[in-house]
């Protein structure tokens, strides 16, 4: 955990990091209030209103990120992964974060490119500079 001298931990610095899509957002912060408990799919679905696909997907990419955990019981449920004690104080600040000014941070995600934009842009950036 952070301590008193340094600052708080900057929860749109976090968003910019690993987080792609407003449903991406809400389905962390649901998984974080409601820790240990742990979601199926369907119960995501029709608490973040979007298709079973798209919870696949939000669900994948939050596993890799390392912020969520799958069971290994089925039915399959999804919930909040705590790994350091700094993790979870971020949580707490982007949580509040997200509360306080929800139009400012969901804008902010709207604004940035999606992962698998980023990593093609990359990939040809380093393209460019091997063909140097």
Excluded: C
């Excluded at 708080?8 to 449903?23: L, Q, T």
């Excluded at 979601?39 to 696949?56: A, G, I, K, M, N």
């Excluded at 799958?70 to 997200?98: G, I, N």
């Amino acid at each position: 955990m952070t301590d008193r001298s340094s600052p708080p931990p900057d929860p749109y610095r976090f968003i910019e990091a690993h987080i792609d899509s407003v449903p991406h957002l809400e389905a962390l912060i649901l998984l974080w209030n409601s820790r240990p408990v742990g979601w199926t799919t369907e119960e995501l679905v029709s608490r973040l209103y979007v298709p079973p696909e798209q919870v696949d997907s939000i669900v994948r990419d939050l596993a890799r990120a390392e912020l969520l955990r799958e069971t290994a019981s089925s039915p399959y449920k999804y919930a909040y992964h705590s790994r350091t004690p700094d993790q979870d104080e971020m949580m707490h600040h982007v949580d509040a974060a997200y509360r306080q000014d929800l139009v400012r941070i969901s804008s902010a995600i709207h604004r940035k490119a999606s992962s698998a934009v980023r990593e093609f842009a990359r990939a040809f950036r380093l393209r460019k500079e091997q063909d140097k």
